[in-house]
């Protein structure tokens, strides 16, 4: 009798500079998790979505941040980002469910250089959300912005 044994629990955690160049380091990092540990059909969406949290905890925080990478039990990823800003962007300031209730967000104009990540992660990712951190023991306060993204079953073949 085949038995199948659930996949492996995996966590990362990577601590990013305020740098520049954070974003790539994220990349690179989860391009090698992924390639270890799957699901590679996620990668692309991964590494587009995780790049703008980090991007913006760059832009929009004044030290260092947190990337986190662990898969969830269906089989997916969950990344997480922390910064030191205690704002909450919008979408992420509402849970995914009430946006169905607001207007649909202005996009950027054209010519504009920002504005489109957190809508882009919005869009692709299959669950999202982020909260305020209070102090803690470590000193730690901020926030946590994060998505989820499932893989896709695949389609069946025709015959």
Known sequence: MDTVSPQTPWSYVLQLP???????????????????????????????????????????????????????????LRVSVWDNNPLIPAPFDRPPGALALLPTPTPAADTAEGGRGLLLVRECADNWGGYPLGDDLSGRSGKLLWFELTPKPELARAA
């Open 18 to 76: 305020h740098d520049p160049r954070a974003p790539r380091v994220a990349r690179t990092t989860l391009r090698a998790v992924l390639a270890l540990h799957g699901p590679t059909e996620l990668l692309d969406t991964a590494e587009l979505l995780a790049c703008e949290l980090v991007t913006n905890a760059y832009r929009h925080s004044d030290g260092q941040a947190t990337l986190r990478l662990r898969h969830t039990e269906d089989g997916g």
